[in-house]
C-alpha cells in the first residue's frame, strides 16, 4: 500500500514540475496548493533532497526545486526513498533483499507468486514518471492545465513530447 508520506511527496513533485521556469516555490506555497500538513511535507521535501531529486535555494526567492526533468523521476525511485521496498516481500526484494527465517526458497509458491507481482509492480512504476502523472492529472482535470512549455528546464511544447 501507497503511504500517506510517498503520496505527499508525488502531490509535491508534481506540483514543483508544474511551476512554470523551474523556479525555487516555498514549502508553505506547494502546501497550500496541494492542501498537504506543512510540518510533515517539510520532511518530504528534505528526504527528497537528501536523495538528489530536490533542490533548494535559500533567500529572496528560494524554496525547493527540481534536480532533474520531471521525465527522468520515476515513481519506483520515489517509492524507494519514502517507503523503501516495492516486493510484498523481503525474499523477493531487489534492492532490500532478506531471507525468510520459515521459507524454503527453492520450492516456495508464494514466493514465486510475489516475484510475478514485484515485475509487473515494477514496470508499471519504473516506466512512469512525474511528467507521465501530470499528464494524466491534466487528461482528467481540464482546470490543470500543463503549461505551455515543459517545467522541467527542458525546450519544447508538451506537444513535442512523445512517448517519453
Known amino acids: 500500500m501507497l503511504t500517506k508520506k510517498a503520496k505527499y511527496a508525488f ?3 508534481i506540483a514543483l514540475a508544474r511551476n512554470e521556469g523551474n523556479r525555487p516555490m516555498l514549502i508553505s506555497d506547494i502546501a497550500e496548493q496541494e492542501q498537504l500538513p506543512k510540518k510533515f511535507l517539510e520532511a518530504i521535501l528534505l528526504e ?11 533567500g529572496a526567492g528560494g524554496g525547493y526545486y527540481l534536480m532533474k526533468p520531471a ?7 520515489i517509492i524507494r526513498v519514502i517507503d523503501g521496498p516495492i516486493a ?6 531487489l534492492n532490500f533483499y532478506e531471507r525468510c527465517e520459515e521459507c524454503t526458497e527453492d520450492y516456495c509458491g508464494i514466493r514465486d507468486v510475489m516475484r510475478e507481482v514485484r515485475d509487473a509492480t515494477l514496470k508499471i512504476l519504473g516506466d512512469t514518471s512525474i511528467w507521465d502523472m501530470m499528464k494524466k492529472e491534466d487528461e482528467l482535470s481540464p ?4 503549461p505551455p512549455t515543459q517545467s522541467s528546464g527542458t525546450k519544447g511544447k508538451v506537444s513535442d513530447i512523445v512517448d517519453l
Open 88 to 93: 510484498l516481500l523481503p525474499c523477493v526484494s
Open 48 to 58: 527528497l533532497k537528501r536523495s538528489g531529486f530536490l533542490g533548494s535555494k535559500k
Open 11 to 13: 502531490k509535491a513533485l
Open 71 to 77: 521525465q527522468e523521476i520515476k515513481m519506483s525511485a
Open 143 to 146: 482546470e490543470k492545465a500543463l
